[in-house]
């Protein structure tokens, strides 16, 4: 996005509350567009563990809602492990808040993590506002992992049932908001790999979609959700690669013979895209692309 958007005069800035070379952000952030900063290099937040989202708000805001356009990619840490009140900064911060919820010890402790990201948030639609932005800004808000911190158990003490630990372990929420927006809900199978088609194709942005393997989240083309161990699901059931079971959601009819041709073209095309992403990354092929040669 950072990118796409500057090349289309949009200020882009992107920032990261904990260490700012960590997983050489401070090479892939700009590499995507964007002037970063992050802690250690721009960006003085209190070095505690984790840092607070909401300090990292504070402190930034002010740097680009006077701009007109903006784009701006937030990577909070305030969520992070570990999910204990004496070795967590931002939990012990926001203990009081959690102590009457009906949790673990380490799942209060989680849930007071997310609190700080809840302020950090509410800070920032009050600036929005009253920057007069707020109707104008479209905020894109996604998980990039489950709280591998907590053990299953505590997991689905939170949800309230034993957590599947195939599929719905590694579901989460991905969150589009506009304060002009009617609310609604997609009900499709859609991955992380999803947002930047379907974010560029809600803002009329031109881009090569030969260049991703998401999905646009509100198209009609069948839905693939791909796991590490190369499970799946689409809008037609789900595929357990450790059981090898292919299971048809409701409402779907199909022969033995039918569910297994569909499961194993479903397949081959997930082992086509697992080798040609190892591929382009081999190859450097996107060099090749983007320079014409």
Do not use: C
């Amino acid at each position: 996005m950072g990118n796409q958007l500057s090349r289309l005069g949009y200020s882009t800035r992107a920032y990261h509350n904990h260490t700012f070379d960590y997983y050489n952000r401070d090479i892939s952030h700009p590499n995507l567009g964007y002037d970063y900063k992050g802690l250690g290099s721009g960006l003085d937040v209190t070095p505690t563990w984790p840092e607070s989202d909401l300090e990292m708000m504070e402190l930034t805001v002010p740097e680009f809602n006077e701009d007109v356009p903006f784009h701006t990619y937030y990577m909070t840490v305030s969520g992070h492990m570990r999910y204990t009140f004496s070795d967590n900064y931002i939990a012990g911060k926001n203990r009081a808040l959690v102590q009457d919820l009906p949790y673990t010890e380490a799942g209060k402790a989680y849930m007071a993590t997310q609190v700080e990201l809840d302020k950090a948030l509410e800070y920032l639609l009050i600036e929005l506002e009253e920057a007069g932005v707020l109707d104008h800004t479209l905020i894109a808000i996604s998980a990039d992992h489950y709280p591998y911190g907590l053990e299953n158990s505590e997991i689905s003490d939170i949800i309230g049932h034993p957590v599947e630990e195939n599929f719905e372990l590694y579901k989460s929420s991905f969150i589009l908001y506009n304060s002009k927006m009617e609310p609604m809900t997609i009900d499709r199978p859609v991955s992380s790999l999803g947002i930047i088609p379907t974010i560029s194709n809600m803002m009329g942005l031109e881009f090569d979609s030969r260049l991703m393997m998401g999905i646009d989240m509100f198209s009609d083309k069948e839905p693939l959700v791909i796991f590490n161990n190369r499970s799946f699901i689409t809008d037609k059931g789900r595929y357990d690669a450790q059981a090898k079971t292919f299971t048809l959601d409701k409402g779907i009819i199909m022969s033995e013979e039918e569910k297994l041709s569909y499961r194993k073209s479903i397949s081959n095309e997930i082992d086509r895209q697992f080798y040609y992403s190892a591929r382009i990354l081999e190859t450097d092929y996107y060099t090749l692309v983007l320079n014409g040669e």
